[in-house]
């Protein structure tokens, strides 16, 4: 899930490089990106404590693979301390694994 953002990408794009050049085996770099995985859902376990309260109208949702995707739009963001608003959000849920289950992709 955290691969699709811009730190989850610029990684996966110095493997790819890497890979390329043969100075990584692909094997070498899909443990790094299990590692990523790992060490990513931690941090934001034990980091992030804020909440966040949405509200907006829902124009799509989908449930495949054992994820949801839902289109908002006009959705309004709450916080303790601000309010952020957009006119079309995608929000994109799945199931968390344990690391016990990551550990064995």
Do not use: P
């Amino acid at each position: 899930l955290y691969r699709k953002s811009s730190i989850g990408q610029c990684l996966t794009d110095i493997l790819d490089d890497l890979v390329n050049q043969n100075t990584l085996s692909s094997d070498l770099a899909m443990k790094v990106l299990v590692q990523f995985d790992k060490s990513i859902n931690e941090a934001l376990a034990a980091k992030a404590k804020s909440k966040t309260a949405f509200k907006g109208h829902l124009h799509t949702y989908r449930f495949c693979d054992n994820v949801w995707t839902f289109i908002l739009e006009n959705a309004n963001f709450k916080t303790d301390t601000e309010t952020v608003s957009a006119e079309l959000v995608k929000i994109v849920a799945c199931a968390a694994k344990t690391t016990e289950e990551a550990a064995k992709l």
